[in-house]
């Protein structure tokens, strides 16, 4: 069986599963992505999530008023991703009012990023597999086979911090040693399994 046979059927889902339920428990800005990127005080800054993935985390931006740039290289992956948007679309009401905020990008994040003048720029490289699970979700499994490593992260973070006019927010394993070759975080937030390393520039304040 090859892995397109065993990955047929997945899809990514905005209305229903983890995603829907996040959006209806209402957890609002106080949530720890939403203040590493700096939504605080009415303020919503323009978003590249560079590491599109299952756009969980753009969508959350979006759902709390933020214009979501993402980003995705994997043609599996970026397909995946905008099923998702459109199926969301179609459901209506905020559903829609939410995608109308996410732009969906196929490309290299390294290339793109100098073009679109972002605000902030989060980061969520693909980790190595924790061997301390003895069964990885079907969705980590798909999103792994279909994205693959990222041995250019630390080229990326280079762009990213470059770029970004206000900050940047690498999402990390909480216990992970920092990126190499990248400079100290301004501060982090930490959560039960990641830490957000966030990485101020000019003038933003930390949130």
């Given at each position: ?7 047929e059927?997945?899809?990514v ?5 983890a ?9 609002g ?7 590493a ?9 323009r978003?590249?999530d ?9 969508f ?5 008023g933020?214009?979501v740039t993402l980003i995705?290289?994997s043609?599996?992956m ?29 490309g ?8 679109l003048?972002?605000?902030?720029v ?5 980790h ?5 699970t ?13 994205v ?8 990326l ?14 999402k990390?394993p909480l216990?992970a040693?920092p990126?190499p070759?990248?400079r100290?975080p ?11 390393d ?10």
């Open positions: 069986m090859t892995e397109k046979d065993r990955n059927g997945f899809i889902d905005f209305v229903g599963g995603v829907g339920h996040r959006l209806r428990s209402g957890e800005r106080g949530q720890a992505l939403a203040k990127a700096g939504l605080k005080n009415g303020k919503t800054p978003i590249v560079a590491t599109a993935g299952l756009g969980r985390d753009a959350l931006l979006a759902s709390l933020a214009e995705e290289r043609p599996g970026h397909a995946l991703l905008a099923g998702a948007i459109a199926r969301a679309d179609a459901e209506g009401g905020i559903y829609r009012e939410i995608t109308s905020r996410m732009t969906l990008l196929h290299d994040s390294r290339t793109l990023i100098p073009t003048s972002p605000e902030v989060i980061i969520d490289p693909m190595p597999p924790r061997h301390n003895a069964l990885v979700k079907k969705e980590m499994r798909v999103l792994r086979e279909l693959g490593a990222d041995p250019d992260q630390v080229e973070m280079t762009v990213a911090l470059a770029y970004a006019t206000k900050r940047v927010v690498l990390w216990r040693e990126m070759g990248i100290k301004s501060h982090q937030l930490l959560g039960k399994s990641t830490r957000y966030v990485f101020m520039v000019l003038g933003d304040k930390p949130t």
